[in-house]
């Protein structure tokens, strides 16, 4: 029942189309869903049809019945946050359903602490709420009828998915709600998230703890105890993610066109790919990237690094730059003068390998997407230059 961040990358998993629209937003459902609905169709209906004395398809449909209402509880939790998210102007791109959670996909992170306090908190609203309905249904009609057992799991699994959201560590709802009084109160909200994050790691450890303690007592049953650890991994991979992504942020800053950007060196079209490489091995700028200019000298393309490293060594003498290049129109521009966050955001609305950085009409140099990597993520293994 987590949020998205608006993460640059689509979570893998998500199917391409919508299964539908419900308010303008489309839906998506997870494949590996269908075979968790499955399974839960013929456990719960074996089991309510032993429980009530049904005859098998009765017990199945009632199985296939109670999954129905089970999407639809996710689904009206999530536009809990969807529709609290589109009431502060915060675009939502889709929501994905899982039998067991599902995921709202924002376009961009709430503008305040108390914005997403609201939005995190709507949606375990909506599943107290339903969770309460189910349970004065459970109450009013007779004991060990259908409509009863249903509600009463409704009611159950309800309240369970309310409470079970409200833990505050991140990639949960309280977790969010956790991050907005952090952000409130400390003022950063990168700061605010590893921390509301490392709650989150606090909170699968203790999970995971108290299954393993519940499985020895037996307490709980070994597919009990898998279940629980599917959980505990999938909190664990968001709590990370979230730390990752606020020290990503943290470093937005630090992404300067004006010091990033490489200088060019222009041969004249035409020129033997040879004979330019030994231009700007001369050249004693560091990183210098080639373009070709045509014979007014406009700068008409820039030479692909990867596509020029690929010409075996005896046939740069006889190669054109031209043949290796990209025309300039086909790479992306991004002005001098634009923000840390603004060319990351950029560079998440078109991704590129490399991007012309401009002053008015003129062409100052090129940035690398790998370059951005590097000064977002340090750490990670540096890739030899002149590949990529
Ligand atoms: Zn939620």
Known sequence: MEQQESTPQRRPGRAARPVGHVLRIPIYMNGSMLLLAALVTVVYGNWVRAELDLPDPVGYLVGLAFVVCLLGSVLL???G???????????????????????????????TPKVDALVSLAGPAVSLVLGGLATAATLALPDRTLADQVAFQLAASNLLVALFNVLPGLPLDGGRALRAGL???????????????WSGRIIAFVCLVAAIWLYRAEFVTLFGLAFVILVVFTLWQGAGQSIRLARMTRRFPLVDLATMARPLLTVPAGTPLGEAQRRRSEDPRPNVVLAVTDSAGNLTALVDPVAA???????????????????RDAV?????????????????????????VTSGEDVVGVLRVGDVAEVLEPRRPRTPRGMK
């Open 183 to 197: 952000w409130a109160l400390i003022r950063d909200r990168n700061r605010a998230t590893e921390a509301a994050a």
């Open 332 to 356: 992306p521009a991004l002005p001098l003068g634009l923000s840390g966050e603004q060319v990351v955001r950029a560079l998440q609305a078109q991704p590129a390998g490399q991007y012309v």
């Open 81 to 111: 946050h969807a529709l609290t998210a589109r009431r502060y102007r915060i675009g939502v791109r889709g929501i994905t359903l899982e039998l067991l959670g599902g995921w709202t996909e924002m376009d961009r992170d709430a503008p």
């Open 309 to 327: 490293e690929r010409v075996p060594v005896d046939r740069r003498p006889w190669v054109a730059v031209d043949s290796v290049s990209r025309s």
């Open 77 to 79: 939790h999530e536009l």
